[in-house]
């Protein structure tokens, strides 16, 4: 991955912080998941639902 991905990943999930409320789109199914941010990593942001836990880009969410 060039420097310029990781400098991509790394500012979008700056966006975020802990106990933010943020959705975004299955692509497989198309639905629309709603959670709460629980973790940010360097290329992911856990995502806590009511029923499961999703590892997500921080590119694919948008704040609700």
């Given at each position: 991955?060039?420097?310029?991905?990781?400098?991509?990943?790394?500012?979008?999930?700056?966006?975020f912080v802990?106990?933010?409320?943020v959705?975004?789109?299955?692509?497989k199914?198309?639905?629309?998941i709603?959670?709460?941010?629980?973790?940010?990593?360097?290329?992911?942001?856990?995502?806590?639902?009511p029923?499961?836990e999703?590892?997500?880009?921080a590119?694919?969410?948008?704040?609700?």
């Amino acid at each position: 991955v060039s420097y310029a991905a990781k400098m991509i990943q790394r500012l979008s999930s700056i966006k975020f912080v802990k106990g933010d409320k943020v959705q975004f789109t299955h692509t497989k199914t198309g639905e629309t998941i709603t959670g709460i941010v629980s973790k940010i990593n360097q290329k992911t942001v856990t995502i806590r639902t009511p029923t499961t836990e999703w590892r997500v880009s921080a590119s694919l969410l948008r704040r609700v």
